[in-house]
């Protein structure tokens, strides 16, 4: 039977933990074959050997992504090792929690490096890969409820998903034209360790299976009219904060 994403190639970045493995997990068992990129070589190393026990593709690589040469690095790894790409999906990310006053121009830094300027690098170098190919593509950036909800205890979050999500959306007009599709995740506070759970009701934490399961929506043709877009999944983190 065909599945949503057969003949598809897919880069994860931050694919070796967590909500990242559950993305490239999920688009491994729809078919994608994944390059599993982290900056672990153990943990993307755990990560693509889960997934080919499951059946699915999928190669590692490890980079960090907030160095300048690493977009073009991690494209060229997905080239050589499966001839092109057509899912960039930026899930890698860091997550400062202090208070606004105590927060150091490092942890900014680091956070905007990670958060939002290694997601414009790979958009970019993916999107001209994708062009060059003449097959269109999808790139799916993970926002955060922080993208729109003020909390001061994490500034360099709220800025740095806020600006993910106007990336996304200035991006998708870019790419429009040529058949690439950006769109965006917010997910609310994730149940830890459910890449096989489904959360069961609206005022249940959203688990890594349901964004993953939105990865694979996004990814594939059932969203083919869909760009600039981005996907709320707050779960119980709704009833917590409201702004």
Known sequence: M???LDEKVAIVTGGGKELGFAIASGLA?????VLV????????RIAVAKIRDAGGMAEPHVDDITTPEAAARILRAALERF?????????????VWKKFLDLTVEDWNQSIATNLTAAFHLTQVAARTMIERERGGSIINIASIHSFAADPHVAAQCASKA???GLTRAAAEALREFDIR???????????DSATRRGETPRAKVTQADVASLAIYLASNLARSITGAT??????????IRS
Do not use: C, K, M, W
């Open 2 to 4: 065909e599945r949503l």
């Open 29 to 33: 068992v729809d078919g994608a074959r």
């Open 37 to 44: 990129v982290s900056r672990s070589e153990e943990r993307a």
């Open 83 to 95: 001839g092109g790409v057509d899912i960039l999906v930026n899930s890698a990310g860091i997550f």
């Open 163 to 165: 600006g993910l999500v």
């Open 182 to 192: 950006v769109n965006a995740i917010a997910p609310g506070a994730i149940e830890p």
């Open 231 to 240: 996907l709320e999944a707050y779960g119980s983190t709704r009833l917590v």
